[in-house]
């Protein structure tokens, strides 16, 4: 193979930056196959390059600008996270031409219009696969496999994190912080590891998903969030002999031409798939009006399959620079985002009450005085501790909060210990 290579330049050499360089070496040959030509590191630029690492770096910096200003360097590949210096840098590598490939969900869903644009104007590729279920192929599923149908809803566990600490929390009752320190052993925890538990990365990732589900602007500022600090082990319990799990989800849909995105703990059925997604697998279930029900499932995180989505993108854009395409310029509409408290959801209530006569009547009543209608109800203990536990219908947020209020009035109740969301069950 005589063609000319395609020289990548890394920002970042951390969990995911040391898995690319791994692949780049390990599947050098079948890569140079697939491009048509060889496709080589070039400069790394990391914090310390005096620090020993497992992977071999030839051309080391402490400077990404002169990463991305290098003349030999065709393809930016951004592993360093965060907005800032991120931002600049993918901006200036697209504004000089250059493809950027990128995992940042949160660059991303914070200023991918403002990116894409760019990219656009100057005919490079921005990519981010790897940003959104890690090692699934959901973006270009999304965009292009599923470009001729109309999807109506997205439903994702989008958090590795987040999901392996739910999972230890139900099977082996283990506490919320040594299962949050055994993820961040694993290479699943964001920097900061509030990023996942209180939903900020499941929330820029379902933004990205909603954007090209809907081929909208969505922006993490526009999905409501809640992490899973609030949920308790007695959530799970109570939720497991009920015949749910308890999942962090982040869900995109649109319903009457507005967008709604969210993201929140919900009770899921067992018997839906999403139920059976353990650890720290992700999937994204996407309902379609031509495709159906569809799932990707797979590593959300970790060092290789996170590389595995970057080389998949670092392969697009170097074909792409063969090839001499220009990206496709895709109408990108604005379409209204429905603010949560607009949004009919399904909510399960439990309330600590005091085991009387008529506690049962006047907290259903409360409930029916909003038009929230209830589902099913169980009682669990007796006198001082008995606790109700309510599903609803779908029905109105605001409706549902404005019953949370008038029942912190019932001098039956004395505490609402928990509310969340259920998805997934058949209407
Ligand atoms: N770890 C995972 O499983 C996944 C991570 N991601 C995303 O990939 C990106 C990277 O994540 P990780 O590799 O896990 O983080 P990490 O913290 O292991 O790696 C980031 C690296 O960038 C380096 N860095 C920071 N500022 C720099 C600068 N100015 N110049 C050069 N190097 C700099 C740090 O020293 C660190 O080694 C983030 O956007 C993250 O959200 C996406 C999917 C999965
Ligand atoms: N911290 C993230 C990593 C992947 O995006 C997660 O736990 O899913
Ligand atoms: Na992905």
Redesign the pocket.
Known sequence: MNERPITVGL???????SGVVQLLTEHAEAIATRVGAPVRLGPV???DPQRARDVDLEQLTDD?FAVIADPEVDVVVE???GIE?ARTLVHRAIDSGRSVVT????LIANHGPELKALAGEKGARLEYE??VA?GIPIIKPLRESLAGDRIRRVLGILNGTTNFILTRMAEEQMSFQDALAEAQGL??A??DPSADVDGHDAASKAAILASLAFDAEVLAEHVHREGIRAVTSTDIDHAARMGYAVKLLGIAEEVDGSINARVHPALVPRTHPLASVRESFNAVFTEGDASGELMFYGRG??SLP?ASAMLGDIVTAARALRAGERPNGQTVTTKPIRPFEEVDVQSYVLLDVADAPGVLAEVASTFGAHGVSIKSVWQEGRADHAQLLLITHRAREAALQATLTDLRGLGSVRDIASVMRVEGEEL
């Not at 920002?11 to 930056?17: D, S």
């Not at 995992?103 to 949160?106: H, I």
Request: aromatic share 4%; proline share 7%; net charge neutral.
């Open positions: 920002l970042g050499c951390g969990v995911v930056g630029a990391v914090r990404p592993v360093i996270g210096p995992a940042n969900k949160e790897a940003a890690g290479g699943y964001e920097a995180a970790g996170t």
